[in-house]
């Protein structure tokens, strides 16, 4: 089943959230995505994962797609704060 396989990349990501590197983590959810790719925790983690390394334009781009697939998730909420600390 690809949402629980997602899921369970997902959880991985997670863990890849706390520690380092974050390109593990970036890599979870990034086959997260490739099974479910309007998850918008997925989404918004990969850009925290993102930021975190140091790619802040990959991270923006993901956190504009947690705010167009799911408007009114918290996790858009969540990105649009994100969003408005790098204006």
């Not at 949402?3 to 959810?29: F, I, K, M, Q, S």
């Not at 334009?57 to 167009?68: G, P």
């Amino acid at each position: 089943c690809a949402w629980a396989t997602g899921e369970v990349y997902a959880d991985l990501g997670v863990a890849g959230v706390t520690a380092r590197p974050y390109n593990e983590c970036g890599a979870a959810y990034n086959r997260s995505l490739h099974a479910y790719p309007a998850s918008p925790i997925a989404l918004l983690r990969f850009g925290l994962c993102a930021q975190r390394a140091g790619h802040a334009d990959v991270a923006r781009r993901y956190f504009a797609r947690v705010m167009a697939v799911a408007p009114s998730a918290s996790e858009a909420v969540e990105a649009q704060k994100y969003l408005a600390m790098w204006e």
